[in-house]
């Protein structure tokens, strides 16, 4: 009786090594989990670039009809008061536009105790802010001289725009 025990046992213990060559391995045990991860990582950061893409062609295609008042587009560009006192200079400076440094040493930014490099790097990062969504720049650098983009002054309302309907009037 205790032979025919041990005979059927390790027939079972075969069935089961036959039956485990034959199940498929899961993605993470063929390479290796932490390159399986990677691997799933890639795939939806793949998509989520394809979202965005087409995110922008549609605002990119809609942007005539967008329309933000001033105190949105400052929300969405600026990150604290610094940079809404940054976009406030350059509005005010307009077409002629303003030096990192002249910038640094205005009434209006010199509480703030910003160098000339800190200056050019706020306008890129909210330049990079705004390019995420609209594919636009707040300002441009013409010149060694940071001015508000075309985009930008027609979201403040361009005040040369103002300037010609306030002569047309009289």
Same mark, same amino acid.
């Given at each position: ?10 027939? @079972? ?89 002249? $910038? ?20 890129? $990062? ?8 609209? @594919? ?33 009037? @009289?």
């Amino acid at each position: 009786m205790v032979k025919q025990h041990e005979q059927t046992s390790v027939q @079972d213990s075969d069935e089961k090594q036959s039956q485990g060559s034959r199940m498929k391995r899961s993605g993470a045990q063929r390479m290796g989990k932490f390159r399986w991860l990677n691997f799933r990582m890639n795939r939806v950061e793949q998509s989520q670039r394809k979202i965005t893409r087409m995110l922008q062609v549609i605002t990119n295609s809609l942007e005539p009809f967008i329309q933000l008042d001033a105190i949105k587009f400052v929300r969405v560009v600026c990150r604290d008061e610094v940079d809404e006192a940054l976009v406030e200079h350059l509005r005010v400076r307009g077409r002629g536009g303003t030096t990192p440094g002249e $910038a640094c040493v205005s009434d209006v930014l010199r509480s703030y105790r910003l160098k000339a490099y800190q200056v050019t790097r706020r306008v890129q $990062a909210m330049n990079g802010r705004l390019r995420k969504w609209l @594919d636009k720049d707040v300002a441009v650098s013409l010149h060694r001289r940071w001015q508000l983009s075309r985009f930008a002054e027609k979201m403040f309302g361009d005040a040369e725009d103002e300037e010609v309907s306030e002569d047309v009037d @009289d």
